[in-house]
């Protein structure tokens, strides 16, 4: 695959992703609302198949790639020879020159919190004990900036709802704004454009719109980067983790306000929260359900 072309954002426009269904209001009138899609993707990893996930089906490759690599059955060292996706059977196929078998791992799942069911194969902390992440400055007006951009990008949200999105950013920079129907495929699709394009994660900040769960926590920090922030909540095990691997942790980031449950001292407050413009509305458009 090509190295994409940066900021990489949402296409909103993009016919199959949503689909205009008819109903009736709460007044009983005909309205019509677009809808986003779900479609079943299987990944194999060269002859072994992985696992079947829901999603809105963009970038299946950087989703396998993701899914992959934050399961530990892609390493940082493996060489991935090809990337096959069938559209006509919803299938990808990612194939190393390295011989894999993990149907022992495959056998042992973990139905995660996360948004259509996410599933992780394996020890959940696998790949966690003795990592300690890169102890990178974070500025304030970064975060306000981010947030600002972020909640005025045009977006499947915004056209449909019923979807959550990760932004990969650098400072106060947005570079990739992918979204699905579950927050872990969003992440996971993010982790596989890095893992293919090779592209360093110690100066990134990873923003998302769902909660702070500990699947989230330990995808980042499996992906190396050092920063998570989220307009959403937080869950105590994913804090537990946070703190455990350094990682700065910002939840409830909306308008002037934020919360930082990990990593405060790591914090440059170069921001005055009083002049930061008040939050525009960020909803669907009129019909959109969430």
């Known amino acids: 695959m090509d190295r994409p072309t940066f900021p990489l954002l949402p296409d909103p426009l993009n016919p199959r992703l949503t689909r205009a269904v008819e109903g009736v209001d709460h007044l009983g009138n005909a309205t019509q609302i677009h809808v986003v899609e779900e479609r079943p993707l299987t990944i194999y990893l060269n002859r072994q198949e992985v696992v079947t996930a829901m999603t809105i089906g963009d970038h299946p490759e950087y989703l396998a790639l993701g899914f992959l ?12 020879t090809q990337v096959d996706y069938e559209d006509d059977i919803e299938t990808v196929v990612v194939r190393t020159t390295r011989e894999t078998t993990y149907e022992e791992k495959v056998q042992k799942k973990t139905r995660t919190s996360g948004c259509a069911v996410g599933t992780v194969f394996g020890d959940m902390m696998e790949g966690i004990d003795g990592l300690r992440l890169p102890q990178a400055p974070l500025r304030t007006s970064w975060l306000y900036a981010l947030a600002r951009q972020i909640n005025t990008t045009p977006s499947l949200y915004l056209e449909a709802g019923a979807i959550h999105g990760t932004v990969l950013c650098q400072e106060d920079k947005p570079l990739v704004y992918m979204e699905d129907v579950g927050r872990h495929n969003a992440v996971d699709k993010i982790a596989g454009l890095m893992f293919l394009h090779d592209i360093p994660a110690a100066d990134k900040i990873l923003y998302t719109t769902g909660r702070l769960t500990s699947e989230m926590v330990i995808k980042t920090a499996l992906m190396g980067i050092p920063v998570l922030a989220s307009r959403s909540g937080f869950t105590a095990w994913g804090v537990e983790i946070a703190r455990q691997v350094g990682l700065t942790l910002i939840g ?29 509305k960020r909803s669907a458009r009129k019909g959109a359900q969430e």
Do not use: Y
């Not at 690599?69 to 991935?80: K, S, T, Y």
């Open 252 to 280: 409830r980031l909306r308008g002037q306000r934020f919360v930082c449950l990990s990593g405060d001292d790591r914090l440059i407050r170069d921001a005055d929260p009083a002049a930061v413009p008040t939050e525009p």
């Open 69 to 80: 690599r934050n399961q530990g059955m892609l390493r940082d060292d493996d060489e991935v």
